[in-house]
């Protein structure tokens, strides 16, 4: 009987510290969320500005695209030779 209850009072604990660290976390994150309105506003000098501003900070920013290589070859650096050749590589992988 004892040991329910220990267990039951450890597994209590856990609860409460799991709940503690999630409203701590969230606490953090509004904080910063004040922090940045609080900056934006200073450095606002209309309304138009501070809804940019605030705008601005919901939007992610667009990460350039990968550079793709190509496996096209420009016509003019290559002979006819090396033409054919690819065209019969190309027709029998594809068989």
């Known amino acids: 009987m004892i040991e329910i209850i220990i267990g039951l009072i450890i597994s209590l604990f856990f609860v409460v510290y799991i709940a503690l660290l999630v409203v701590f976390l969230f606490f953090m994150r509004e904080t910063n969320r004040e922090k940045s ?41 290559s002979s006819l030779e090396e033409w054919e050749s690819a065209i019969h590589n190309q027709l029998e992988h594809n068989e």
Not at 43 to 50: F, G, V
């Open 37 to 77: 309105k609080l900056i934006n506003a200073l450095l606002a000098k209309t309304p138009e500005q501070m809804r940019d501003l605030t705008l601005a900070d919901k939007v992610r920013p667009i990460s350039p695209p990968s550079e793709v290589q190509s496996d096209l070859i420009p016509e003019g650096e």
